[in-house]
């Protein structure tokens, strides 16, 4: 399910959407200012934000310039009353994905939704993570080679992959069923079990006390977070 966040200070509007989005079956989170909006918006846990230009605390135009040069490249759909074609130039050059005037229709909205998820899933991946190191576990993608404290540990070529999403995605919520379409591709395993399953047999390989993991976090009813 697509996590969306929602930047709009008119509650009218910012309600509307919520409930239009979430009867569309996306997953939604709301901020009323810019500061909050940019705070909820730095975690890199959502996969589009609707973005207000005219918002309390920080522009709209702020958020989206301050996000593209800290390199979080989130799709963004910006929302404005303003009707001026320089307003919507400004919009793109800041990073914006696309850009709707007030009034808008859901119907409208809706299919500039699915068209900028469906252009995101579409883009080249970035540059993989080579080497990976964190705490005493390093791990060489390219030669397939890991090791803690030093010493040679076994890995799965399934459990290289696994760690590879992780690497490439630090310190973001990583559902399973993203997981499964990614790493394993939904043919594959009809369940998210086998993710649960993959994970435990990590921690137990990668974490001092598996019990007690400080990399490899468990995000209650939405998935993991890897932190390196």
Known sequence: MHRILIIEDDPAISKGLSIALQEASYQVENADNGIQGFEK???GQFDLIILDLMLPGKSGQDIC??????????PIIMLTSKKEEIDKVLGLELGADDYVTKPFGLHELLARIKAVLRRAQLKPTEEKTAVLRFGSFEIDFEKMMASKNGKPIKLTAREFELLRFFADHPNEVVTRDQLLDQVWGYDSFPTTRTIDTFVLNLRKKIEDDPSDPKHLLTVHKMGYRFVP
Request: proline fraction near 0%; glycine fraction near 8%; aromatic fraction near 0%.
């Open 41 to 43: 918006a730095q975690t």
């Open 65 to 74: 310039r301050e996000l593209r040069q800290a390199g979080n490249q989130t």
